[in-house]
C-alpha cells in the first residue's frame, strides 16, 4: 500500500534560516509524483512544488527546493530564508497514478521565530 | 476565473440531521475529489470523479454519497450526521489524472457535527 510519512510533527526555525521538513514514501509503483502544500492558519491548501519520478533534477520554486533521493524514498523540502509567513502546516503527498489521488502525510507545523 | 469554490464555510449539524456539501469548478477538470481533514492530520479521500456520471470510493466513503451530473459540479451528501463526520471537507480538481497534474482546492468547509 502506498504511505506517505512525515516523522517530524513540529519544528522551530529561526527567521532567515534554512530548515528541512523530512519526508519519505513507500510506493510499488515507478511513476509517481511528490507535492509538497503548505496549509495556515486560515485553512485553505497552498501548493508548493512537485517532483516527478523520472525528474533527475531536485525540483526548485523560489525559496522551495526538493531534496529527492529516490533510492531512500525520501522527498524533503528545503525552505531558505524562513521568513514569519512561512509558520504553517506542511503537507507531503504523492499522487496515485491510476486514481490520480493524493495521498497525505500527516503533516509538519512549522513556527518561524523573529 | 473562480477555481474551486465550496459552499457552505462552515456548518453546524445536529446528530441524524442530512446535508449536502457543494463543489463547482470552472477549469472544464474532468477529475473531481473530495478530502476530510481531522483536526491535526492529514487529507483523506472520501470519493472521487473521473467525469461527468462517473464516481469511485476513496478511503473513507462510509457515511457519504456523492454524485456528478455536469462536468462543474460534484456535491457531496451527508446522510444521518454523527460526531466522526466533524471535519474540514477539501473539494479538489485536476484536468488529467497524470503524476504531474496539479490538483486546485477550494477553501474547504469545516463541518461541525453535535
Known amino acids: 500500500a502506498q504511505k506517505i510519512t512525515q516523522t517530524q510533527p513540529g519544528m522551530f526555525v529561526q527567521e532567515k534560516e534554512a530548515v528541512t521538513l523530512d519526508c519519505t514514501y513507500d510506493t510499488s509503483d515507478q511513476s509517481y509524483g511528490l507535492f509538497w502544500y503548505k496549509q495556515p492558519s486560515s485553512g485553505e491548501m497552498i501548493f508548493l512544488i512537485y517532483q516527478g519520478s523520472y525528474d533527475e533534477q531536485n525540483a526548485t520554486e523560489g525559496r522551495y527546493s526538493l531534496n529527492f533521493q529516490k533510492a531512500r524514498k525520501s522527498a524533503n523540502l528545503v525552505i531558505s530564508a524562513s521568513q514569519l509567513g512561512d509558520s504553517a502546516m506542511y503537507f507531503c503527498a504523492m499522487r496515485e497514478v491510476n486514481t490520480g489521488k493524493l495521498i497525505f502525510g500527516q503533516g509538519t507545523t512549522l513556527q518561524v521565530k523573529p | 476565473n473562480a477555481g474551486v469554490t465550496q459552499t457552505p464555510k462552515f456548518r453546524i449539524l445536529k446528530i441524524g440531521q442530512s446535508m449536502t456539501l457543494q463543489c463547482t469548478q470552472d477549469?472544464?477538470?474532468?477529475?473531481m475529489y473530495w478530502y476530510r481533514q481531522d483536526p491535526g492530520m492529514g487529507l483523506k479521500l472520501i470519493y472521487y470523479s473521473v467525469g461527468a456520471g462517473i464516481t469511485d470510493k476513496g478511503e473513507v466513503p462510509n457515511g457519504y454519497n456523492v454524485s456528478r451530473s455536469t462536468t462543474e459540479d460534484f456535491p457531496l451528501r451527508l446522510e444521518l450526521a454523527a460526531p466522526s463526520q466533524t471535519s474540514v471537507y477539501f473539494c479538489?480538481?485536476?484536468?488529467?489524472?497524470?503524476?504531474?497534474?496539479?490538483?486546485?482546492f477550494g477553501p474547504g468547509t469545516r463541518l461541525t457535527v453535535t
Open positions: 479538489a480538481s485536476s484536468y488529467s489524472r497524470s503524476t504531474s497534474d496539479e490538483q486546485y
Open positions: 477549469m472544464n477538470h474532468n477529475y
